[in-house]
């Protein structure tokens, strides 16, 4: 399965650093290895100290394979070190409002 993901802005509160993982089911896909933050072993970074103001766009594409055949269900979880995150929006309020999507693809071997 192609998976890619485009998160439209993602902010926060105060300074922080963004890093999301991507599960299949209840599966984390293609994590780091070797940080040591609470968040830090991640499928993808979005930025590092981001201010409270600052709105950055992130993506990422991955394959994965499961060893199914059953349906699977693909989720994205945002992991901030700190304070809280705003998805599809700058800071908590609307002056910019963006979309975000996944995509998933079935691919042949």
């Given at each position: ?14 300074t ?8 299949r ?85």
């Amino acid at each position: 399965i192609l998976v890619m993901v485009t998160l439209g802005l993602v902010s926060g509160s105060g300074t922080l650093d963004l890093g999301w993982v991507i599960k299949r089911d209840t599966t984390d896909l293609q994590l780091g290895t070797g940080g040591t933050g609470t968040y830090s072993n991640c499928t993808f970074g979005g930025s590092m100290n981001m201010s409270g103001g600052t709105a950055v766009n992130a993506s990422g594409i991955l394959v994965d394979s499961p060893s199914t055949t059953s349906a699977v269900t693909y989720k994205v979880f945002l992991m901030p070190n700190s304070g809280s995150m705003v998805i599809n929006e700058r800071g908590t309020g609307a002056d910019m409002v963006t979309s975000s999507t996944m995509t998933l693809m079935e691919i042949g071997a």
